[in-house]
């Protein structure tokens, strides 16, 4: 029988910080699993070499769910971001393992194709509305069917989703800078530039805005009435996600669609969201949610309660994480959309492989497992470097949700 030989883990800053855990079988079959916790990197690279690797070793790569079980059951201390984080990386490698063994692309083994492709949605941003409507229109034009669409306010400035370079990069000074947030002045402007959107470009294509958790509920509810003729794809986060009951408020007073979840980790931080219908789209991921075991469990819930998915797809969520989100996505009957926004040219010199993208549509690849391959050596030419997500202040200097 196969075993655990090697468990290692990799930190590297290629572009931005990726961890990145590799299995090694007893028969010289290799999985990856990503294990990027933004911000909290060597966190789970710790859990994961000191508490985690030396239980892998010596046992059977095949048996999937019952490690899931081992690792989440067995640790005593259950969920959290660092734990889910770690246990995924481990789930999302034996799955690449399994797929390797079966000659299969891990799509296969999730019971198959349920569409042609996987629909996605890419971040158009701007300092002001006349820069972010030209954004939208390079989106457009390169053929994506979903946009994002972020502004600065104005008058506030440093405002979260404006991009900097070629890709949106949130986490960028190795101490968390500080930014100003305005809830009146951002309830002001932000429908105005989302009219903008429709007004110039028109409704054949899907538009979502991510409130990033910045809003009460009584403030999300009046921006979901207030943008309704915009007919948005979705609302992102309009509240912290934590506090699932808040979501009914909301729910009660408009008809704009909501999805939250990219924060969250297990299936009891979603399960009332679910169950009571208060959100349209679940946005857990693969690396975050303990793996492709437990982010199906999600997807299933969720299916019976008519919850479509809409999984987080940010930088930092590395090329292991978007190919194993890709296999899961094409085979789920529930998949709503997929968050892609692309990795910088240094990611990919170290990430290899992986779907590919065509017709604002993301493709699984057909080699066996999830199709990614990580160059060890091309790491080595990008060591770790700490980089903070922004902090938010309001305007009287006390903390505001990020
Ligand atoms: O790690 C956090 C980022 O990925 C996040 O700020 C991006 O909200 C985000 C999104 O929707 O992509
Ligand atoms: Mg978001």
């Not at 972010?132 to 946009?147: I, N, P, Q």
């Not at 679910?274 to 999600?298: F, M, N, P, S």
Request: aromatic content about 10%; hydrophobic content about 40%; charged content about 25%.
């Amino acid at each position: 029988m196969s075993r655990i030989e090697r468990a290692e883990v990799f930190v590297a800053s290629p572009g931005r910080t990726f961890v990145t855990l590799r299995i090694t079988t007893s028969d010289g079959v290799v999985g990856l699993g990503d294990a990027t916790l933004n911000g909290r990197e060597l966190a789970v690279a710790s859990y994961l070499r000191d508490h985690l690797v030396p239980l892998l070793i010596g046992k059977d790569p095949a048996r999937i769910e019952d490690m899931w079980q081992y690792l989440y059951r067995g640790a005593y201390w259950r969920r959290g971001p660092v734990t889910m984080t770690a246990i995924a990386a481990v789930d999302t490698a034996l799955w690449d393992i399994k797929g390797k063994v079966a000659g299969l692309p891990v799509y296969q083994l999730l019971g198959g194709r349920s569409r042609d492709g996987v629909l996605v949605y890419s971040h158009a941003s701007g300092r002001d509305t006349a820069e972010l409507l030209d954004d939208v229109e390079r989106f457009l034009s390169l053929g994506y069917e979903a946009v994002r669409a972020q502004a600065a306010v104005p008058e506030v400035g440093g405002t979260y989703g404006v991009r900097k370079g070629k890709l949106y990069e949130p986490a960028a000074a190795a101490l968390p800078d500080e930014q100003p947030w305005d809830t009146e002045a951002y309830l002001n402007f932000a429908p105005t530039y989302l009219e903008a959107v429709r007004e110039r470009f028109g409704f054949g294509f899907h538009l979502l805005h991510d409130v990033h958790h910045r809003l009460t509920p009584l403030e999300a509810a009046r921006f979901g009435k207030a943008v309704e003729p915009c007919r948005l794809f979705w609302m992102e986060d309009p509240t912290p996600a934590e506090n699932q009951e808040a979501f009914r408020l909301i729910r009660q007073h408009t008809t704009t669609p909501i999805a939250t979840g990219e924060v969250l980790n297990s299936i009891w931080d979603v399960q009332t969201l679910i169950t009571e219908q208060l959100i349209d789209y679940v946005r857990t991921t693969v690396v975050h949610a303990g793996g492709l075991t437990h982010l199906r469990r999600i997807f299933d819930l969720a299916a019976l309660y008519g919850v479509r998915t809409g999984s987080h797809g940010a930088t930092d969520l590395s090329p292991v994480s978007m190919a194993a989100a890709v296999h899961l996505d094409v085979a789920v009957p529930n998949f709503g959309i997929q968050e892609y926004m692309g990795h910088a040219d240094e990611t990919l010199e170290v990430f290899r492989g992986g779907p590919t993208l065509a017709d604002g549509m993301l493709h699984p690849t057909e080699v066996p497992g999830l199709g990614v391959e990580y160059d060890e050596k091309a790491a080595e030419r990008f060591p770790y470097q700490a980089r903070y997500l922004p902090v938010a202040r309001r305007l009287d200097g006390s903390v505001h949700d990020w």
